[in-house]
């Protein structure tokens, strides 16, 4: 049995065959060179391979948890959705509660289904204004928060 090659890419090396959504996990943590740390977390809301959101929804949601998140932290650095269209990364500086993430993420995704618009959802702000669905994106963030219990749950 040949062993697989250890690609560049962290999630290239994940057997997405073996996970089991939805779950937030540590996907990675770069030091630069003055100590500060950037923690990438995996937040999987779809069964790769399985499932995965639809466009509207995934483009309205990445804006409201862009957003939103960042009234519940000062150090997100990035969310940013996934190709595959199962979920999305989250990036943050000098922070390493796993914890405070997940209650980042459950905050946010409360945000969600309380908003009465996506923001950013025009022309002037978005490369992309007609692809939005909030009605999607609060459906996606309800499931996720159904399962809450199980976001630590990664395989």
Not at 49 to 62: I, R
Request: aromatic share 8%.
């Amino acid at each position: 049995m040949s062993k697989t090659k250890q690609m560049n890419v962290e999630s290239f090396n994940l057997d997405h065959t073996k996970v089991k959504a939805p779950y937030i996990r540590l996907a990675g943590v770069k030091v630069g060179n003055n100590g500060d740390e950037i923690r990438k977390y995996d937040i999987r809301f779809c069964q790769p391979n399985k499932e995965h959101m639809e466009m509207p929804a995934l483009h309205s949601l990445e804006h409201m948890m862009a957003e939103f998140s960042r009234n519940h932290s000062d150090q997100i650095v990035d969310i940013s959705p996934m190709g595959c269209q199962t979920g999305y990364y989250l990036s943050v500086i000098n922070h390493d509660n796993y914890d405070e993430i997940l209650s980042i993420v459950e905050k946010t995704l409360k945000d969600v289904l309380t908003a009465t618009e996506v923001p950013a959802c025009n022309e002037v702000q978005c490369g992309w204004a007609a692809s939005h669905s909030l009605e999607g994106a609060k459906e996606i963030a309800e499931k996720m928060l159904a399962h809450r219990n199980e976001w630590s749950e990664v395989f």
